[in-house]
């Protein structure tokens, strides 16, 4: 295969993606270990060595001694036609073996528009791609990540998903497969074991009824499996293992720095977040314990940029004593400071001064929606005189640009919710043509609009997604009434989120779509080369499903896909902060008071890190 490699490097683009060999790659003999796990990303390799949750299960696996994990990615088209042309199957990075010779296939999935990839790598794999056509312990095929909080899509290609964090629960998962293995278990006596052990749901121990009318009618497990599986958590962040001798990649990737992670969690609950009721409850890394594995991932990689991250970064507790000691160690050695997810209620002078003090890069604010009204629809808890504040301190302080994001589609927007971004726009322009303190390259404001995707665990779970048309019509109309010169407008393709909302809120029927649109050449959806809208058309016409029926609004008392899995956040919870939401009452954030979520019964002391 090295030779044969060899020759086809040379036609494709970025040949770095595929050949392995970085600094600090893991490589074990291949005779000493029990379990080789084949550890897919599916995605291109710049994206998948951009995703933090990777790098941490990567050390994670690899610091057992019995195990070896390898990583795969999905290939770029080109590649994949050399691939097919010259019948070389998917590999892995670190010994260049098949894939499919591995004892486990693990896939991390954080986005919807990966599942073709899913498919098409297992294609690619020679590995059978439903759960019930592996029969054996060889090739158990496993997922977390965060669309695993509805894995019903992909019930039939997975034998088990894993809930939640995964630095603990990856271990036993890997013990229990050693000890199966070492003493000849069966695949369903793995299947049982592996059940019971917390945070692991297998799809193949529930069976799920319908209707007539075509609505999922009950959720049945077998004796013995749990009715709720509920996600793990990492109770201290401080013990937990985080990766500061990473990989260093060959090639450029998306997000080409350090990656620091503050905390979990989010105080805010927002709305329509996934990730900020998914994630709950809070908790958070020392500052002594991230300023440690910050200079030690910084002195072993040689990167000169480093990132806070977390979901809302200016929430972190001990931001300005911790961004003092990182500065202390990367202002002499021009190492660049970056705080993204930054909120416009809390951004300070203070904190603008020290992140320009290497490099000043562009500030990014997400108001989400244009009028107070919607934005405490969507409890986004940030007024406009926040925003315009926030905007004047940056163009007092230098910054001449903005980005701004919201959403489109959001549940009781109205026209005027609409032209209400364009007058939010026009305000902050007006505040840099009275506060800035040079205007010698003009203002620039990026403004992006996204089409709101109803996401499972949310309090709008239940909310019907607008019609791809409608979507454009609102476009359109917030684009006419956007006509500065300085201001720059994108928004998002309609058909790409009406796939994704299709996808977020599937039952296990969807199997089949997934499945006949990869047949048909769907993959690499997330990207606009490949995307092609007519393949899934196509295929949920030939299975007989409307993707409509999946964008509806829902009862309140309706079965959902995902009832068997629990985010930890009770459903109650979610259905009074939809009420709220009709009436624009703001709920106050968790560290105003609890709104009692019922996230912190996870944790053993029962009281969050908020």
Not at 33 to 54: K, W
Not at 321 to 347: E, G, K
Not at 380 to 403: D, M, P, Q, R, Y
């Amino acid at each position: 295969m090295t030779t044969l490699m060899e020759r086809i490097l040379p036609r494709v683009q970025k040949p770095a993606r595929y050949v392995g060999g970085e600094y600090n790659q893991i490589v074990k003999d291949p005779a000493q270990v029990d379990v080789r796990v084949a550890f897919c990303f599916p995605d291109t390799y710049e994206i998948g060595m951009s995703n933090l949750g990777m790098r941490i299960l990567y050390g994670v696996m690899n610091q057992m001694p019995n195990v070896w994990c390898e990583r795969a990615f999905a290939p770029w088209g080109d590649m994949e036609h050399q691939m097919r042309l010259h019948n070389i199957p998917l590999w892995t990075l670190e010994s260049r073996d098949p894939v499919r010779c591995h004892d486990l296939i693990a896939f991390t999935v954080g986005y919807e528009m990966s599942y073709s990839n899913i498919l098409n790598m297992l294609r690619l794999s020679g590995v059978p791609l439903r759960a019930a056509e592996r029969t054996g312990l060889q090739n158990i095929v496993f997922a977390g990540g965060a669309c695993m909080y509805n894995p019903e899509p992909l019930a039939d290609f997975f034998d088990f998903f894993s809930l939640g964090e995964g630095e603990e629960v990856t271990v036993e998962i890997l013990n229990l497969y050693a000890r199966a293995k070492g003493e000849g278990w069966d695949k369903d006596a793995f299947l049982e074991a592996v059940s019971r052990i917390e945070g692991v749901y297998v799809p193949s121990f529930y069976s799920h009824t319908y209707g007539p009318d075509g609505r999922l009618a009950a959720i049945t497990p077998r004796p013995g499996a749990p009715e709720t599986v509920t996600k793990r958590i990492i109770q201290d962040l401080d013990q937990a293992y985080y990766p500061t001798r990473d990989i260093v990649p060959s090639t450029e990737i998306v997000h080409d720095r350090t990656n620091l992670e503050l905390f979990r969690g989010c105080i805010r609950g927002c709305r329509f977040c996934q990730a900020g009721f998914c994630y709950r409850p809070v908790r958070s890394r020392s500052a002594e314990v991230l300023a440690r594995q910050a200079e030690e991932a910084l002195s072993d990689s040689g990167c000169h940029e480093i990132t806070l991250s977390s979901l809302s970064t200016s929430d972190y507790r001990r931001l300005g004593p911790l961004t003092d000691r990182l500065l202390d160690y990367c202002v002499p050695r021009q190492i660049n400071l970056s705080l993204p997810s930054l909120r416009a209620d809390n951004f300070s002078r203070e904190l603008m001064g020290k992140v320009q003090k290497v490099r000043k890069s562009g500030l990014t604010f997400a108001p989400e929606a244009g009028t107070q009204r919607l934005r405490d629809a969507i409890n986004k808890n940030v007024t406009e005189a926040e925003i315009l504040e926030t905007c004047a301190t940056a163009f007092e302080g230098g910054w001449s640009s903005v980005k701004l994001y919201f959403m489109l589609g959001l549940p009781t927007e109205t026209d005027e919710d609409v032209l209400g971004i364009a007058e939010l726009v026009y305000k902050i322009l007006k505040v840099w043509r009275e506060k800035a303190s040079s205007r010698k390259r003009g203002c620039r404001i990026s403004v992006s609009t996204a089409f709101f995707v109803p996401k499972p665990f949310t309090p709008f779970q239940w909310e019907a997604q607008i019609a791809p048309e409608e979507y454009t019509r609102r476009q359109r109309l917030l684009k006419e009434a956007i006509y500065a010169k300085s201001v720059d407008y994108k928004w998002h393709d309609p058909s790409l989120s009406r796939l994704e909302a299709v996808l977020a809120r599937g039952d296990r029927r969807l199997g089949a779509v997934i499945q006949r649109a990869v047949e048909n050449g769907a993959r690499l959806d997330a990207w606009d080369e490949y995307f092609r809208y007519d393949i899934w058309l196509e295929a949920f016409r030939a299975c007989g499903m409307d993707p409509d029926f999946y964008t509806r609004a829902l009862d309140r008392g309706e079965v959902l896909p995902w009832e068997t899995v629990s985010a930890g956040v009770q459903r109650d919870f979610l259905w009074r902060e939809r009420e709220r939401a009709y009436q624009s009452q703001v709920t106050r954030d968790c560290r105003a008071g609890c709104a009692g979520c019922g996230a912190d019964r996870l944790l053993e002391g029962g009281v969050c890190d908020a």
